[in-house]
Every structure is written in C-alpha cells, then in structure tokens.
C-alpha cells in the first residue's frame, strides 16, 4: 500500500470513529429526554387521577354527612314519638326527606324483628329485611354513634345498592330496630361520570370488604367483583394505611393494564363501619401513546440521520477513494495509450511529419522518409525543398486547406495531393494535422500531421468515375444507384448550375432535389458560404478534383462533411461538367476533437485519419480495439479488449478463411503488410464492409510474431457502388433477369457440364404480337407484361434452372440435369399455359399467348452459338405453325430412345401444337 493510500486509509478510519461518537452523544441526549418527558408525563397524569379521586370522595362525604344527619332526625323523632315509626306520618315525613336528597334512593324504619315499618315506599312495607347485612350488623352490635355502611345488595325494587343505617333504641336501650337509607346509584354515576376526562378512563366505588357496587362506564359485568384479591392494587391501598395512594398494574376486572388513584372515605366524625373507597384510573398504554409516537418519530429520526450520515461518510469516502484509484489508473491508461498510438501509427503505415511553422524545419518518422523513398542514411531536403516535392497542380489545393487552419479558420488541416517520390515517380498521399503549439500571440508554431499512401484508392477511385461515365447518358440509372447511398451526390455544369441532385438533398437537407436543377451554387448556399468554398469550386472547374471538409447546416443541426469534387472531362479536354460527392463525417470529426485535446502529439497526429485501431498482443492472446471500432458495429463507443475469438465472431462466415489467411501471411512474414476486405455484424444484423490494414510491430528473437496492431476503415460506400454497379452490368433492370452476357457464360458452362446421361435442353420464348400490345396499350403496358412473364417462368422453373431476358421480348431458359425430351416438352406445355393467363392491360384482362423453340443438346457440342442458332429456328417454326405453341428443334433418338424416329415424334408435337 502506498503512503498516500495509508493516509487517507487513517483519516477515513478517524472520520468513522468521530462520527459513532457524535451518534452515540446524541442518542444519550435523545434518550435522557426522553426518559424526563416520560416520567413527567407519569407524574402529570398521577397528579391528575388523584385530583379526580379527590373530588368523587368530596362529592360522597357530602351525600354521607346529609345522609347521617337524615337517619339520626329520623331516629330521634321516631323514639320521642314513641311510635316505633309504624304509623303514616313517619312514612309521609321519610318520603319528603328522600325527595329533597338526591342521593338516596329509600328511607326506611324497621323494627326488632327486621320487619319494615315505615318507608317513602309503600310497595316495601311489611318487607321482612332481618337477613340483612343492613339490620344484622347493628342487631350484633348496636352503637348509636356508628354510622352502619351495608355490603352492596340487590333490592327488592331491583338495582343494586349499599344501605346506611342507625340504631333505634328502646327506653331502656334495649336494640329497638334500625333507622336505614339506600344510596341511589344513578347520583353517583353521575358524579364517576364527571370526572372522566378521556376515553379510556374508569371510575368506580367499592365498598370496604373490595365489593365495587358502582363504576363508570357501566360495566354489569364487572358490578359486584371482589377487589380485594391478593396482590391487587386494591388490596395493596388497604395494606397501605393510607388515605389516597397512585398505582400502577394489572386491573382485576378487565386485566388490562392501568394508573389507578383511590381515595378512601374515612371520616372520623361520621364514624362510619366501614370505608368506601373511590377508584379512576387509566389505560397505560392510552397514557403513554403520546409518548411512545414520539419516541418512534425521534427514534425514526434517529436512525435516517445515522443512516443518512454514515451513508454519506462511506460514498464520500468510496468517490475519494475512487478518486485515488482513478488518477494511479488514468496515469497507467495515459502511458499505455502512448505506447498503443505508438504502435497503431507503425501498423497502419502513417507516415508522421511535425513542421516548426516559423522556421519551415520538418521532422519525419521512418515510415514517412520509406513513403518518399529516402533510407534512414540519405538526407532530407531542406526546410524550403520539402514545397517542391509537391506536384505543381496541387500547390494551390495544399494552400487553400493548410492556410485556414493556420489563421484559426479551419479545425484542422485535410488535404489529398501528390507528392514526388526519391525515384521520381509521384504518389497520392492524405494529410490530416492540427496546430499543437501557438506563441504567446496565438501564432501558430508547430502542425504535428499524418500521410497516408492512397495511391491504390485513388485509381480505384478513378476506375468508379469511368464508370460513372459510362452510364452517365442515364438518369434513372444514376439515380437508382445514388438515391439508395447516404451521401449527397449531385451535377453541376461549368455555369455552376445544378443539373442533378440524389435523394439525399431531401433527407439532409428538406430539399425537394427538383428544387434544385437550374439553380446556381450561390442561390442555393449563399453568397457567404459560396465565397468559403469558392476557390474550391474553381479548381474543380479548372480540371482538378478536389477533396476539403467543411461544416454545413442541416435542420437536424450541423453537420461536419467530406466533400469530393470530380471534374469530367470531355474529348477536347474542357471540362463537362463536375460531380459532388458529400460524406457525412460528423461521428468522425467529434471524435477527433475529442482525442486531439486529451491526447498527445501522436494521438494528434492519428485521430485525424478516423481509422479504427486494433493492437493484437500474441503473447497474451488478446486484442485491443479502439471506441471507432465498436462505432463502427453501431455499439456504444469505447475502448474494448478481447479474445481474437470474440472479435472473429463479427467477421462475415464467408470472409472469415480469407481473412484469416492473409492474417498469418502477415504474421508469418510471407508479406510485408496485413491487408484484408472483410464484412462484420451490425449491432441490427446488416453487415458493414471494412478494410484492415496493419504490420507485425514486434517479434522475439525467432522471428515469431509478437504484436500486430493496425487501423480499419470503412469501405462500406464504396462496396455498394462496386456491387451495384457489377449488378447493372450483368442483370436486366426491367425483369432483373440476367442479361444476355450472364445467360451466354451459364449456356456454355452448362454445355460443358452436359452428359449422355444428364443431358440439357435450351428453351427460346418470344411473346406473340407483342409489337401490337405495345402500340396499341402503350409501353408502360408492355413493360408491366414484361415483368409478369418474367415473374412467371420463375415461379414455373427449377431453383437450378436459369431464365434469361436477351432482349425486348425475347427470353431464354437453360434446363439442365434433363432425364429425357419429355422433362424439355413437359415444361413447355406448362409455360403455354402458365403464361396464356389473362393479365390485366390498360385496366381490362388481356390474353397472350407465347411461342418457343427447344433446342436440345447433342454429345459432344460445345458451340453455344450454334445451339442458340437451333433454338432460334424452332421458335421461328413454332410461330410459322401459328404460335401459341412449341417446336422442338434436331430431336435425335440418342437423346431418348424411348420415342419413337423423329419423324413420328415431330408429328406428335405438331398434333399437340394444333390442338391447343
């Protein structure tokens, strides 16, 4: 590890340790506050039940102060009355007193025997009560100053109820019965009801013995539970001692969880038997739901900003880390591309020049001085001298290009001119450079540049405008082949008035090419853009073809172009008129601004070429391919390194052997250069046509190749001219039919192929009247009859069979691998009738007919003229006899011994002539 990786490996590790401690601080502080929220919410809510409480015992001892003073009027009036109270004004008196208290519910006197006396209810007079807790407690023991409180019962009128009582006595003290009031329930709910201040709350009044006989909310279920069960609150409040006490626990009624205040109603005054406890509590979990929500959202908080902090630490630590790693890599990267470009350069023999500006001084690579035919010992011309190696008719093209790119006109400096070798002969080279060095007046002191041999391509190049020429008198020919490539292509005269323009005008463009024949080059591009490429136009008018980039404007945006001008020249040497060739080199030109800013003299020197690299590194069986490359197939670019296997898996079955053995030659040394025209895979499946072009750069000390490295170009423009072009040269445009030439070069190596035992057979048609059709329909009709026969006998004939169209409506069928003459006769029934089908003509069904002559072969002919001769005499005899029918020419018995002599066989082809 090194020690800047060691050092930031110790921040990172402080970095970490500080923040856990910052976490775990503030989770101390979120949890103490917390924990003093927590036990101020419990002191709170205790302070308030016990409030609560407070206030239903104030309510009761007021009920049992007006209660006791009611019994003990009651009593002393009943015993001055000595009535003992069984008569009906003590039962008027009770039931005035229990209508001005609200809180209870009957008055009652009973005597001795426990029988009701008197009471504010009639419906218990007479009611025997001696088994009540009411009146046995006082009977067991009688004290006139005790205030008796009942265990909770059910009364005869129906609720449950908890009865006061005081002792009657007799003159002599004797026990003389009970003086007795029942609490009503409905006052106290009403009171418990009060003081209940949220929904969970329950309030409830139990007697001493922990019998509740009210509570609220009403709960019947729970009316007459004992409380005081062991280890209940309640039992632990009596245990207590004290008068009011808080607890919280598990609720003996609902076995829920609760904080509970009582209050027990102890008054010494009232001297009352037994206390009454008063009890509210609350649902814990209802309490501390508050609570609790904010701990889950501090909590929750807590833990996004811990995540989101530690989160934040590792991906600052990762992208510095990365960071790190990314200059020690982009370091290696920069080195390694140095020695690739290196490489490349040598492989894809680029002769490499870098010219001091102010001084004129040049300095070359090796492959540039063997470009020009100097050794390594022979000295290079001088600073001046290097201009005059350059043909004379292409100094003023060298200036217009370079002159621009010097003055901050031009990215870049391209040019194609001829330049004279050290044996005196001139070759085409390419130039491609770019300033890399100005002064501190932004003047230009170095162009570091590139030249490429296209000597080769300049005659190919060549050989396509012959082409060209040739079929110039046809614009619909020219146009079928230009329409179809994505390049402009039009004609101008030397007025510089367009007389041609492709399809591509319009998809580039949005012009209509018939917009543009007649116009002159200022009308269309303006004065401003004309005058840029003026000097270009010119020399192209001068009789010079001319190659120079220049940016345009599309309505997709700008685009950068190749445009190649192409002066033709007429048979007294003045020029005709000029084609215009335009590439799109847009992909190409970004990606050499790219590479020329970021890269160093060498990647400045080659990116200019946009030539895909390769460099196969033998000894570790892999192959490095530059972004063009992976362009090229439409994939994303960048840089790639593989197994030669992966990269063989785009290369074209058919072009693979091919390829391959021009690969070992070259790394055999059997040839001095890798040159190969292949095809590889599209990423959408089509196949795209490249040149490679490459050296072996490196050998060991057996002479065994160690590296080989090289560029590809795309050819691809090139080879679908050359194919449509071979096309047109050997197939009718009209029916797509071979022409004449093909059908000759089949017939004789079908005649050659021809034995006794597989003999072969040449039909001759012609269309009956056909003159007649096209005078009278027209020739579009007669074109479009054409078509459909030829259609025809395709669809009639073998897959090795071949239809030929020679001339107007004249058409040839060869037949080989023949059994007998019938296979010859059988497929010329079916033509006659296949054929006679009505096609439609001028928008009506029209019947033609078709006369042929079948010509067969004898042993041993090789003369195809004269086997066409015969085959030409029998279609001439079919139409003779009528037309509409066929003639087989010369039959001889060898050819099928199972017919009879010729003259029969003759005889019965007429007879089936005639009959149709």
Known sequence: MSPFIASHTRRFGWERLALGGSLVLLGVVLSIGMYVEYMALTTQEGERLQSQARVIDENLV????????????????????????????????????????????????????????????????????????????????????????SAPFTSPLGPRVIALGKVLTGTQGEFAGVVVATLDPEYFQVVLRSVLYAPDMRAALAHGDGEVFVNMPVNAQTLGVNLAQPGSMFTLHQQSGQVATLMTGRAVTAGDDRMRAMHTLSRADLRIDKPIVAAVSRDLSAIYSPWRDKVLRRGIFYAVLALGLSLGLHFSQQRRRERDHLAADAAKERQESAERLELALQGADLGLWDLHVPSGDLVVNSRERTLLGFSENDPLPLAGAWRNLIHPDDRAIVDAAIFPHLRGKAAAYVSEYRMRHKDGHYIWLSARAMIVERDANNRPLRLVGTHLDITERRRMDAELVNAAERVRDSEEQLRQVTDSLPVLISRWDPQQRFGFANQAYKDWLDIEPASLLGRSLQEVYGQEAYNDFRHHVEAALGGRRVVFEREIATPRGARQVEVTLVPRIGSNGSVQAVYKLVIDRTARHDAEL??????????????????????????????????????????????????????????????????????????????????????????????????????????????????????????????????????????????????????????????????????????????????????????????????????????????????????????????????????????ASKLLEALRAPTVLAGAPFEVTVSIGVALWKAGDLDDAELLRRADEALYEAKRRGRNGYFVSDWSPRFDTRHGDRAEYQDRVASSTSAR
């Open 62 to 149: 007021r009920q049992l102060e007006g209660a006791n003073n009611a019994l003990k009027g009651v009593r002393d009036e009943v015993e001055r009355s000595g009535s003992r109270g069984n008569d009906a004004v003590t039962s008027e008196r009770l039931k005035l007193l229990s209508d001005v208290m609200p809180g209870v519910r009957t008055l009652a006197v009973v005597d001795n025997r426990g029988v009701i006396v008197a009471s504010n209810r009639t419906e218990l007079m007479g009611v025997n009560s001696s088994r009540r807790d009411f009146f046995v407690t006082p009977r067991q023991r009688p004290d006139r100053a005790v205030l008796y409180l």
């Open 594 to 827: 790219q590479r020329a800013r970021s890269e160093e003299r060498l990647s400045l020197a080659l990116e200019g070429s946009g030539l895909a690299l390769f460099d196969w590194d033998l000894k570790a069986d892999c192959i490095y391919q530059s972004a063009q490359a992976s362009a090229m197939r439409d994939d994303l670019a960048s840089d790639q390194s593989a197994s030669p296997a992966v990269f063989r898996s785009f290369v074209h079955p058919e072009d693979l052997d091919a390829m391959q053995a021009n690969m070992k030659a070259a790394l055999k040394g059997a040839v001095p250069q890798y040159h190969a025209e292949f095809r590889i895979r599209k990423r959408a499946g089509d196949w795209l046509w490249v040149h490679a072009r490459g050296r072996v750069v490196e050998r060991d000390t057996a002479g065994r190749a160690l590296r080989l490295a090289g560029t590809y170009a795309d050819i691809n423009a090139r080879k679908v001219a050359e194919e449509r072009l071979r096309r047109r040269a050997e197939f009718d445009t009209l029916t797509e039919l071979p022409n004449r030439a093909s059908f000759i070069e089949r017939l004789q190596q079908a005649m050659r192929r021809a034995t006794s035992s597989a003999p072969m057979a040449l039909l001759f048609i012609d269309i009956d009247n056909f003159k007649t059709i096209n005078d009278t329909f027209g020739h579009e009709a007669g074109d479009r009859l054409l078509k459909v026969f030829a259609t025809t006998m395709r669809d009639c004939t073998r897959q090795s069979d071949m239809v030929a169209r020679l001339a107007g409506d004249e058409f040839t069928i060869i037949l080989e691998g023949l059994r007998d003459v019938n296979d010859a006769t059988a497929l």
